[in-house]
């Protein structure tokens, strides 16, 4: 019993573990405010991937600081300040599981009790 309950424990840390990898793999570590003011500074009109990019990154500060990266953001590239906050909405709706989601997964496998 105890050894099931370790295999399935160290198994949902493998899963979890194989999941950040690949995702680190695919992005770095998001970038802080002033980054994130400097690449706007930096973009140009017609950068669209670089746009996306920081308004992704952007939707994990702060409200004010999120909303003063946008207004930048919008006078230099035009881009809607509508359009990028569905951005970010549409964002959040990730079908990939995060942190959570895979520690209740784990749970859910080996029960709470077991914990």
Known sequence: MINDTEDAIKDAID??????????????????????????????????????AIITEAALLSPVKRETIFKALKSKTKINLGTMREQVKSGSERAEPDHLDLAEAALDEIGRENI
Not at 17 to 43: C, T
């Open 15 to 52: 899963g979890a573990n194989e999941f950040n990898d690949a995702d680190d793999a695919q992005s770095e570590l998001p970038r802080s405010y002033d980054e994130l003011l400097k690449a706007v500074d930096e973009i140009v009109e017609g950068e669209i991937e670089k746009g996306e």
